[in-house]
């Protein structure tokens, strides 16, 4: 019963591999990728490096002031440098996790992207089977799709038990 899919083997199968890391470091959509994330995501990240130089400039206002600054004036300042450190740890924190989403965001149209290309790719150029070592495999040709022949086999040995596991 499984012979009927194994008769394609002796046709001669073309068969492909693909490197899909290779394919998502040196693609240019890639890089393209990675240029609108640097676009999108660097005025805040030059903010937060702003704020950053302005709490150590506090700091060291607080550690030079120490013996000429009022109590309150030195209080203040020091309310105001916690304040921004709040501020900063904050700012940190949901520009790391909005990075992270949309990087996620864009590695997954450019990963189905690359699968529907290298698909094309595969029909285009006759192949049977593209494999990759990330993916596993990107495109079967029907040709070497043996599905249906497991299926009679399953649907028989079922028939053949009285329909029971």
Known sequence: MLLGGTAAWGQGI????????????EAPQSQAS??????????????IRNQEQQFKQMEERLTQGEGFMGEEERQQLERDARDLQREIN??????????SLRRNEELGKLQRMLI?????YGRAQSFDILISE?????YASTAVDITDSILEVLKS??????GSN
């Open 14 to 25: 073309k068969v492909g591999v693909v490197n899909f890391a290779r394919l998502l470091e």
């Open 116 to 120: 529907g290309e290298v698909q094309a």
């Open 90 to 99: 904050r700012a940190k924190s949901e520009f790391n996790e909005d990075l």
């Open 34 to 47: 990675q240029r609108i994330l640097t676009e999108e995501f660097s005025p805040r990240e030059r903010e």
């Open 157 to 162: 040995r079922y028939s053949a038990q009285g």
């Open 134 to 138: 990330a993916v596993g495999v990107v």
